[in-house]
């Protein structure tokens, strides 16, 4: 029977195996081995390195195991230190220190991490090809998981071949995804049950013909059951055969007594080798197990000898690996709770001897600790603490066990108070606000140097929140308490300018930013010079000063772009200030730039907080420059972001960037519903309000209802300009033709020199002059807008200048120009995918062909009562009275009007009595 225990060869697999052979030839880029367990997935693997090595490619091999999947980066550490120890002194040592470096006093970033191991393995692959095989993926940690999905995404090189090995209904979707793209460089080897006759090369010949069929449906081909059911006997076999219930699980149950028997069968010296190894997994050289099984060394390896003879495991060097992830789980299993308990104890100890990795002390302390054990909590802590930019999840695990097991001692305040900040920052990165903020209230109270860094992130968490007030007195009361270092007073000063701006107060936000920037070093902290900068010209912005928002926000930029993934993570939602003084600003490729860095940090990091915030930026710039659809997807998924975390502050400012796009693509109705929501729910900080009536006005002027939100209370400058166009057109609408030119002016006066806001500034006022029958100075006015939005970048805007233009054309009785309007029209909105738009303007389009050709015969006598009508409306009379004067009902006076007004082709009562009072 002991042949059987040793590794078969892969037997019924020859088209897989030359499949292999031909995507290592060929290059391509990922082999995908998926199936059941113990269908010979980890064997295939084997084969392909073996295979790879032979052609000469350098081979990094790294596994996951189900019991450390707690432990970040474990899979990739496995293959680079195989890597270093194959090769010493190359570059897969600075990436192990770097996987490694989760303790160290740098926080771990992982977009930087991401990025590096994609250089090396492209330096790798340079010449001959390196294959990267990564077994068992599905027991993956987080972190590891992330960097293969990133390394999916953005392939390193044509060189490398990544090779998988993954149960088929755990499929990580990353992966997933590039098999489904069909590409042909991706091969996919969905592994099956053997057929009849490969299973039987897999048993002893001694065994008779009846049992070997009787095995192999029992088994149902899986490779590993077949092995592991030869030692079963004859009446479980037939029990398992029979079909029943449940006999999945007792085949599994069969299995894992299988192979407790195999471990049964060793030597006690063996068997408490084995269950050492299992505890120590991926630590399991001799001398650890010498350590953890409390056995000398030569009675260590005696027994790892043993463990070898018997099948369970092979020795790689001086490492002792099980032979599958179930014999693992056997020999831990069976090790007893108790005895698991101080085998994990013993490892730590190990670990803390040889200054070993921190993530697997803490994995192992993690296993062992004790409430009142400072050791083991300041080891969990620090973890944790070290964790919180790297893997998230995992801090917030080891930071709630650190706190469970410090004890309540009145010098270990200070470090209690660090936990839980650093456990409310995990739980807000998270998207668990209202936690975050219950945990940074337990922290404020105690001395400034803890609670300095946790009233700064609980402004953040209240800004999401929309509790401004609320903010600003966290901020306000802990900037007067004494005794915070300069890095730590500049970080309140910028979270008080951060709310001061929101609740538009310019003056107070320059302030604060000023005096930020007065007590750190630019070249030092180039991030937070990077925000006090972006803060000011925002302020600067909403003060109308553009020279020096310009400036401010150009230096914002240089001082982000010199910053370090590492220093700009933590910071990384300032990144959206930046960017939206860029799209105000008419700088669209920087902000681009900066939008695009800061989402892939904020995903890398897993800083959901700081998603919606850059998601909003990002949808504002693509609605800017026409890209409808890209913009309404990107502020949906700010939406779904802010819903997620709990941030009804962000929702709204998502819902009002998606308003316009929403109108323009979907039209009136689903616009006006949101609008809706968005009056129902509005923002809490004033500046987002004033941007939040601005969208709804216009939604509600296209489905011709009553504007419906309230005016803010407080304004700022950057909003004038689109305040005062959306009042002009409203008042034109309602016939106030005097309103809409004043405030046309006035908004054509506070535009300045940016061409957005100039082109949405002269579009008012060629249409209030429309208004006044001043039709060659609405067409002067729309063509300087159409001009002005072209120059921004405004695809849609400039449509609908070009419609109102050709309009004005039809009026004039221009049909060549209106024609030629109306195709400018049509251009920019099948550009920018603004299908109501083009709707709309196909239906004007044949109202104005049917108009045309009829213009100069248009009916221009009035009747008897017509002419009452119009005399008593040229006087000022509303509709109301004239039905009082005439004795009609308000209907039929409304009737009159609107034929009056088609026949004098006028569309107000300032131009109906202009036209009366024309000889």
Same mark, same amino acid.
């Given at each position: 029977m002991a042949e059987a225990r040793v590794w078969p060869e892969l037997v019924g697999r020859a088209g897989e195996m030359s499949r292999i052979e031909a995507a290592i030839a060929d290059g391509n880029r990922l082999v995908l081995i998926d199936g059941e367990p113990g269908v010979g997935k980890t064997r295939l693997l084997e084969y392909l390195v073996d295979h790879a090595q032979a052609a000469g490619r350098t081979v990094l091999a790294g596994g996951a195991t189900e019991f450390e999947r707690l432990v970040p980066f474990g899979m990739y550490v496995d293959a680079f230190t195989r890597l270093s120890d194959a090769a010493p002194g190359t570059l897969a040592e600075a990436a192990l220190r770097t996987l490694l470096s989760a303790g160290e006093a740098d926080q771990l970033d992982r977009y930087h991490t991401y990025r590096g191991i994609r250089a090396l393995l492209a330096h790798v692959?340079?010449?001959?090809?390196?294959?990267?095989?990564?077994?068992?993926?599905?027991?993956?940690?987080?972190?590891?998981?992330?960097?293969?999905?990133?390394?999916?995404?953005?392939?390193?090189?044509?060189?490398?071949?990544?090779?998988?090995?993954?149960?088929?209904?755990?499929?990580?979707?990353?992966?997933?995804?590039?098999?489904?793209?069909?590409?042909?460089?991706?091969?996919?080897?969905?592994?099956?049950?053997?057929?009849?006759d490969a299973a039987a090369a897999l048993v002893p010949p001694g065994v008779d013909a009846g049992r070997r069929r009787l095995m192999y449906r029992v088994s149902g081909g899986n490779p590993l059951f077949l092995r592991a059911l030869l030692d079963a006997g004859d009446t479980t076999l037939a029990e398992l055969a029979d079909g029943r219930p449940g006999a999945t699980l007792a085949l599994e149950q069969t299995l894992l007594a299988v192979l407790r028997r195999e471990l049964d069968r060793l030597s006690p010296v063996a068997r408490r080798a084995a269950h050492a190894a299992a505890v120590?997994?991926?630590?399991?050289?001799?001398?650890?197990?010498?350590?953890?099984?409390?056995?000398?060394?030569?009675?260590?390896?005696?027994?790892?000898?043993?463990?070898?003879?018997?099948?369970?495991?092979?020795?790689?060097?001086?490492?002792?690996?099980?032979?599958?992830?179930?014999?693992?789980?056997?020999?831990?299993?069976?090790?007893?709770?108790?005895?698991?308990?101080?085998?994990?104890?013993?490892?730590?100890?190990?670990?803390?001897?040889?200054?070993?990795?921190?993530?697997?002390?803490?994995?192992?302390?993690?296993?062992?600790?004790?409430?009142?054990?400072?050791?083991?909590?300041?080891?969990?802590?620090?973890?944790?603490?070290?964790?919180?930019?790297?893997?998230?999840?995992?801090?917030?695990?080891?930071?709630?066990?650190?706190?469970?097991?410090?004890?309540?001692?009145?010098?270990l305040v200070p470090y209690r108070g660090q936990l839980l900040t650093g456990l409310a920052r995990g739980t807000g990165v998270m998207g668990s606000l209202a936690e975050s903020r219950?945990?940074?209230?337990?922290?404020?109270?105690?001395?400034?140097?803890?609670?300095?860094?946790?009233?700064?992130?609980?402004?953040?968490?209240?800004?999401?929140?929309?509790r401004l007030d609320e903010a600003r007195a966290l901020v306000s009361a802990q900037i007067r308490r004494a005794g915070q270092d300069r890095r730590v007073r500049a970080q309140l000063l910028l979270e008080l300018a951060a709310v001061a701006m929101l609740r538009a107060d310019p003056e107070g936000a320059r302030l604060h930013a000023r005096e930020a920037?007065?007590?750190?070093?630019?070249?030092?902290?180039?991030?937070?010079?990077?925000?006090?900068?972006?803060?000011?010209a925002l302020a600067c912005l909403?003060?109308?000063?553009?020279?020096?928002?310009?400036?401010?926000?150009?230096?914002?930029?240089?001082?982000?772009?010199?910053?370090?993934?590492?220093?700009?993570?933590?910071?990384?939602?300032?990144?959206?200030?930046?960017?939206?003084?860029?799209?105000?600003?008419q700088r669209p490729t920087a902000a681009e730039r900066h939008l695009a860095r800061g989402i892939d940090l904020a995903t890398m990091s897993g800083r959901s907080y700081a998603m919606p915030y850059l998601l909003i930026s990002q949808a504002q710039l693509k609605a800017r420059a026409g890209r409808l659809t890209e913009a309404i997807e990107i502020a949906e998924h700010a939406a779904a972001a802010s819903e997620y975390i709990r941030s009804s502050e962000t929702l709204a400012m998502a819902r009002c960037v998606m308003l316009l796009p929403v109108l323009?693509?979907?039209?009136?109705?689903?616009?006006?519903?949101?609008?809706?929501?968005? +009056?129902?729910? =509005?923002?809490? !900080?004033?500046?987002?309000?004033?941007?939040?009536? $601005? &969208?709804? /006005? %216009?939604?509600?002027?296209?489905?011709?209802?009553?504007?419906?939100?309230?005016?803010?209370?407080?304004?700022?400058?950057?909003?004038?300009?689109?305040?005062?166009?959306?009042?002009?057109?409203?008042?034109?609408?309602?016939?106030?033709?005097?309103?809409?030119?004043?405030?046309?002016?006035?908004?054509?006066?506070?535009?300045?020199?940016?061409?957005?806001?100039?082109?949405?500034?002269?579009? +008012?006022?060629? =249409?209030?002059? !429309?208004?006044?029958?001043?039709?060659?100075?609405? $067409? &002067?006015? /729309? %063509?300087?807008a159409t001009e002005r939005f072209a120059e921004s970048g405004a695809v849609v805007e400039r449509g609908l200048a070009h419609q109102f233009l050709a309009t004005v054309h039809s009026r004039m009785g221009d049909v060549a120009s209106c024609h030629d309007e109306i195709g400018r029209a049509k251009a920019a909105y099948k550009e920018s995918g603004a299908d109501w738009l083009a709707g709309q303007l196909a239906r004007v389009e044949r109202r104005l062909a049917a108009r045309g050709p009829r213009q100069a015969a248009r009916e221009t006598t009035l009747t008897a009562r017509e002419r009452q009508v119009a005399e008593l409306v040229s006087q000022g009379l509303t509709n109301r009275e004239v039905a009082e004067r005439l004795q009609v009902s308000q209907k039929t006076v409304e009737t009159h009007v609107a034929r009056i007004f088609s026949k004098y082709d006028v569309r107000s009562r300032v131009a109906l009595a202009r036209r009366l009072a024309s000889p």
């Open positions: 692959a340079d010449g001959h090809g390196a294959v990267l095989a990564l077994d068992d993926l599905h027991w993956a940690d987080a972190p590891s998981l992330e960097l293969t999905e990133f390394l999916l995404r953005r392939p390193p090189a044509a060189g490398l071949l990544l090779a998988i090995a993954c149960r088929s209904s755990m499929i990580p979707p990353a992966v997933y995804d590039a098999v489904a793209r069909q590409d042909p460089r991706v091969i996919r080897l969905s592994l099956g049950p053997l057929d009849e120590a997994g991926e630590l399991a050289s001799l001398v650890v197990i010498s350590h953890v099984a409390e056995l000398d060394a030569p009675a260590a390896a005696s027994a790892v000898d043993e463990l070898c003879r018997q099948g369970l495991g092979t020795l790689a060097g001086a490492r002792f690996a099980f032979r599958h992830p179930l014999v693992r789980a056997a020999a831990y299993d069976t090790s007893g709770a108790g005895w698991r308990v101080a085998a994990h104890a013993r490892v730590a100890d190990y670990l803390r001897r040889t200054d070993g990795s921190l993530a697997l002390l803490a994995h192992h302390t993690e296993r062992c600790a004790e409430p009142g054990d400072e050791r083991a909590a300041r080891t969990l802590g620090d973890a944790g603490i070290a964790y919180l930019n790297s893997a998230p999840a995992t801090a917030v695990r080891l930071l709630r066990e650190a706190l469970r097991v410090l004890p309540e001692r009145d010098d219950r945990l940074l209230h337990e922290v404020i109270h105690l001395p400034h140097e803890v609670a300095s860094v946790a009233v700064a992130f609980s402004s953040v968490v209240s800004r999401m929140l929309g920037l007065g007590l750190v070093s630019w070249a030092a902290d180039p991030e937070l010079g990077a925000a006090a900068y972006a803060i000011q909403q003060d109308g000063d553009l020279a020096a928002a310009r400036a401010h926000s150009k230096r914002a930029g240089w001082l982000m772009d010199s910053a370090s993934d590492t220093t700009l993570v933590p910071h990384v939602e300032l990144v959206a200030p930046l960017s939206w003084s860029e799209i105000c600003l323009w693509r979907d039209g009136v109705q689903p616009a006006m519903a949101l609008a809706d929501r968005l +009056a129902a729910d =509005r923002p809490g !900080s004033a500046w987002w309000q004033a941007m939040a009536y $601005v &969208a709804v /006005a %216009q939604v509600r002027l296209a489905g011709r209802a009553e504007p419906g939100y309230p005016l803010p209370s407080v304004l700022t400058r950057d909003t004038d300009v689109e305040r005062l166009a959306v009042q002009s057109i409203r008042a034109g609408a309602d016939g106030d033709v005097g309103a809409a030119l004043a405030r046309s002016a006035a908004a054509v006066e506070a535009a300045g020199d940016l061409p957005y806001q100039l082109g949405i500034a002269y579009d +008012a006022r060629a =249409r209030a002059l !429309s208004g006044r029958d001043d039709l060659a100075g609405a $067409v &002067a006015a /729309a %063509q300087i």
